[in-house]
């Protein structure tokens, strides 16, 4: 079975950090471009961010940009996100998904992924 799991998603405080990790199981994640999708309680989801299968092109968009870091290790088939001063605003459910398609066919296109993964719910709150 082909899947995606998300883990490291918690509580923290404003200025805090987390790291989370999504994993495939029952496929290899180096020939897949993988996003980072979040979705707060009555609002749209929003991707914003993306890894290039080689791990060479990353994306962000602004509101995350020089806080959040994607990489990968595809030895260990998992994607990793970095969370720095973290912010009331990023509270959402976070999601990783992954496409064969390349970072600038999927990122901030279509959201047609080939799988997604559960999410992780993320609160950032005194």
């Known amino acids: 079975q082909k899947q995606l799991v998300e883990s490291g998603g918690g509580l923290v405080q404003p200025g805090g950090s987390l790291r989370l990790s999504c994993a495939a199981s029952?496929?290899?994640?180096?020939?897949?471009?993988i996003g980072w999708i979040r979705q707060a309680p009555g609002k749209e989801r929003e991707e914003f961010s993306c890894?290039?299968?080689?791990?060479?092109?990353?994306t962000y968009v602004r509101s995350v940009k020089g806080r959040f870091t994607v990489s990968r290790d595809n030895a260990k088939n998992t994607v990793y996100l970095q969370m720095n001063s973290l912010k009331p605003e990023d509270t959402a459910v976070y999601s990783c998904?992954?496409?064969?398609?390349?970072?600038?066919?999927?990122?901030?296109?279509?959201?047609?992924?080939?799988?997604w993964g559960q999410g992780t719910q993320v609160t950032v709150s005194s």
């Open positions: 998904a992954a496409s064969r398609l390349g970072v600038f066919e999927i990122c901030g296109v279509s959201g047609q992924y080939d799988y």
């Open positions: 890894i290039s299968n080689n791990g060479e092109t990353t």
């Open positions: 029952g496929f290899t994640l180096d020939s897949y471009t």
